[in-house]
């Protein structure tokens, strides 16, 4: 049977996942975008709906329409229909989960269901990556990555993209705050220092090792302990308020670490099960309760498989 719709979960990401600055993300299951898309009888693309945010509807403004745009221009032949977009945002855009990531890399999934999967999970990403150049200005894909394929990823290269698959620990849940404040992508980019030390840089990559290491292992104790970063978080937890008190609850109840999600102000948690991850949501809840900043807490395990397809007909 032909199939002509397609609803899909796109998932939210966690980026920059502490010493794996630009190259390391993983899949979240409890948040995500709600995506619908139809073949038309017109060529083109359309995007007809967008609930949850003041968005683009041109599709070659909007992150959705581009992505698409770039995989048709990769097709060897053009599709003789068209494609009308429906987007239900759930995931903030600005929040450092994945916002751009999960409109994009749900795009390109669902129509290349709809054009009866001409191309790889591994092959969308390179398209995925033209909307966050969309979005941000750079095709990066250490977000799209992970919403796409599912569990941990790492970016081994970025021209060509050349993505690696990693497993994930077993039973690993994330919580993450989403403090209701703006953090400019340009003043996050800007705050970074331009040169790094020798032994800040040693110390980093040794952190990447291990911390795949950890993933290959279900090491905890190994994945707790390369949960560092020297080079990105010093500079940038100083535009998140209360960032280090949050860090030190969460250890305090039971997670193995945590960081900057994105390039912010969102920070992640990680624990070893659900009740672990209650308990750090009740820590970081207390300390951001004493604050004036309104917040978002989610608590969500991690997605091994990416993109879902919720119906299709």
């Known amino acids: 049977m032909e199939l002509k719709e397609i609803e899909i979960f796109a998932p939210a990401t966690i980026a920059n996942i502490s010493c794996g600055f630009d190259v390391m993300g993983c899949c979240l299951d409890a948040i995500g975008d709600i995506m619908i898309l139809r073949k038309t009888q017109e060529k083109g ?9 003041e968005l683009p509807m041109d599709p070659e403004q909007n ?13 060897e032949v053009q599709p003789d229909f068209g494609f009308d977009i429906e987007i239900h945002k759930k995931i903030k855009p600005g929040s450092g989960i994945g916002s751009s990531a999960a409109s994009a890399a749900g795009a390109v999934f669902a129509a290349n269901e709809l054009l009866g999967r001409p191309f790889t999970k591994h092959q969308l990403i390179p398209f995925a990556a033209e909307g966050e150049r969309a979005a941000c200005g750079s095709p990066i894909a250490d977000n799209v990555a992970p919403a796409l394929l599912g569990g941990f990823t790492l970016v081994k290269s970025t021209d060509p993209i050349k993505v690696i698959e990693l497993p994930s620990i077993k039973g690993l849940y994330a919580t993450i705050i989403h403090p209701q404040i703006e953090i400019k992508t340009s003043l996050s980019r800007d705050i970074l220092p331009q040169n790094i030390s020798l032994n800040n840089a040693v110390k980093q990559w040794a952190n990447v090792g291990a911390f795949v290491h950890a993933l290959h292992m279900n090491d905890h104790e190994l994945f707790a302990d390369s949960l560092k970063d020297y080079i990105v978080e010093p500079h940038r937890s100083k535009l998140i308020p209360k960032f ?9 109840a039971g997670a193995l670490g945590g960081g900057i999600s994105g390039s912010g102000p969102s920070i992640f948690t990680f624990s070893k099960d659900i009740h672990i991850a209650k308990n750090v949501d009740h820590a970081i809840n207390e300390v951001y309760s004493k604050t004036e900043i309104p917040f978002y807490l989610y608590t969500s395990r991690i ?3 990416g993109v879902k397809i919720l119906k299709q007909q």
């Not at 992150?63 to 097709?75: D, H, R, S, Y």
């Open 45 to 53: 693309i359309r995007i007809s709906k967008i609930i949850g945010g």
């Open 63 to 75: 992150v959705a329409g581009v992505a698409i745009i770039a995989l048709l221009k990769a097709c």
């Open 244 to 252: 280090n008190e949050v860090i030190k609850a969460s250890v305090g």
């Open 303 to 305: 997605n091994d498989k």
